[in-house]
């Protein structure tokens, strides 16, 4: 008779982290106060370098760049990720929306480089946030890159003022009823293994060894298993005055170059969004490059040839 060795006996290495090849801890890792709230802040590269801001996509965080920002960074930039609030290492709040978010980002921004135009990255919901920002704050941006991150859902509704106050207060009273039911949850504990099946449903195109090291470098262990260090009132959708719809719409008048990735594949943590639909709305000077055998992920799953095209369009550090 033989006994099997459970997959959650493969050994993690020093800091406790299941290993994957290419692989690299961040180099720094500090918090910073946006306005009271504890963001996680995560650097790849010489800290003397020009920095380089990237940002992660919903349910997400910093750390899925553990293979990609290091090649981004051996390109000569200081690499600058973050935890949303609520995610990964970074302080939960009373409060989630799209404009919390985007204070979040500027008190990071006014940190790192006050009054520079940087080059910047945003995959998913980070690449909606950084596109709606470049639109209100164009000074900030030397350039622009988003990876998966231009929904395409529906038409925007076309309905009378007194309607769309219906349905924000309806929306409002959907949160509150949300925030009442989730005030005291935890995340669902589980072995390793189980949390990266539970990931890999979303994911189904990233491999099992990867799905294991976002558990350990975004989740933590407790006393009854591991947990992912997402807080339990968030929800898919978020909170605020916000459509998916009105990224595409502000993507015509970015005044800075700008690169489109997108993954041909569907998958469900995606936008959905058909490539031939963005192309129209395409910047004076953008352009973007549809990957047809990849998914939503396109830097975990391609992150030679993504980095390459990506270091290719910001050119090189000055």
């Given at each position: 008779m033989t006994t099997e060795t459970p997959a959650d006996s493969i050994e993690l290495d020093e800091h406790g982290e299941?290993?994957?090849?290419?692989?690299?801890?961040?180099?720094?890792?500090?918090?910073?106060?946006?306005?009271?709230?504890?963001?996680?802040?995560?650097?790849?590269?010489?800290?003397e370098a020009p920095p380089l801001m990237m940002m992660h996509g919903?349910?997400?965080?910093?750390?899925?760049?553990?293979?990609?920002?290091?090649?981004?960074?051996?390109?000569?930039?200081?690499?600058?990720?973050?935890?949303?609030?609520?995610?990964?290492?970074?302080?939960?709040?009373?409060?989630?929306?799209?404009?919390?978010?985007?204070?979040?980002?500027?008190?990071?921004?006014?940190?790192?480089?006050p009054g520079r135009a940087i080059p910047v990255i945003g995959h998913s919901k980070g690449g909606a946030l950084?596109?709606?920002?470049?639109d209100a704050q164009p000074h900030r941006f030397r350039c622009l890159v988003n990876m998966d991150g231009i929904p395409y859902k529906r038409n925007i509704p076309d309905v009378a003022e007194h309607e769309r106050t219906?349905?924000?207060?309806?929306?409002?009273?959907?949160?509150?009823?949300?925030?009442?039911?989730?005030?005291?949850?935890?995340?669902?504990?589980?072995?390793?293994?189980?949390?990266?099946?539970?990931?890999?449903?979303?994911?189904?195109?990233?491999?099992?060894?990867?799905?294991?090291?976002l558990v350990t470098t975004g989740g933590y262990l407790s006393d009854d298993g591991w947990r992912w260090r997402i807080d339990p009132s968030m929800r898919f959708g978020g909170f605020g005055p916000w459509r998916p719809e009105w990224t595409?719409?502000?993507?015509?008048?970015?005044?800075?170059?700008?690169?489109?990735?997108?993954?041909?594949?569907?998958?469900?943590?995606?936008?959905?969004?058909?490539?031939?639909?963005?192309m129209p709305y395409m910047p004076m000077d953008g352009r973007c490059e549809i990957l047809d055998d990849v998914g939503h992920f396109v830097h975990i799953e391609q992150p030679d040839r993504v980095s390459e095209m990506v270091l290719d369009f910001i050119g090189a550090p000055s």
């Open positions: 299941s290993p994957f090849p290419e692989a690299r801890r961040p180099d720094r890792q500090w918090q910073l106060d946006a306005n009271g709230l504890s963001i996680a802040v995560h650097e790849w590269g010489d800290p919903g349910f997400d965080f910093a750390r899925t760049f553990d293979v990609f920002a290091p090649k981004l960074a051996a390109g000569g930039w200081r690499v600058v990720c973050w935890d949303q609030r609520g995610h990964g290492s970074s302080e939960h709040a009373e409060m989630y929306s799209w404009d919390g978010d985007m204070r979040d980002t500027l008190a990071l921004f006014d940190h790192v480089a950084m596109t709606q920002l470049a219906t349905m924000l207060a309806n929306d409002l009273a959907g949160w509150l009823d949300h925030r009442r039911k989730t005030a005291t949850n935890s995340r669902r504990p589980g072995t390793l293994d189980e949390l990266a099946k539970r990931r890999g449903k979303m994911n189904p195109r990233l491999p099992h060894e990867w799905l294991r090291r595409l719409m502000r993507l015509p008048g970015l005044p800075m170059p700008f690169l489109g990735i997108l993954g041909a594949q569907m998958e469900e943590m995606g936008w959905g969004t058909p490539p031939p639909k963005v």
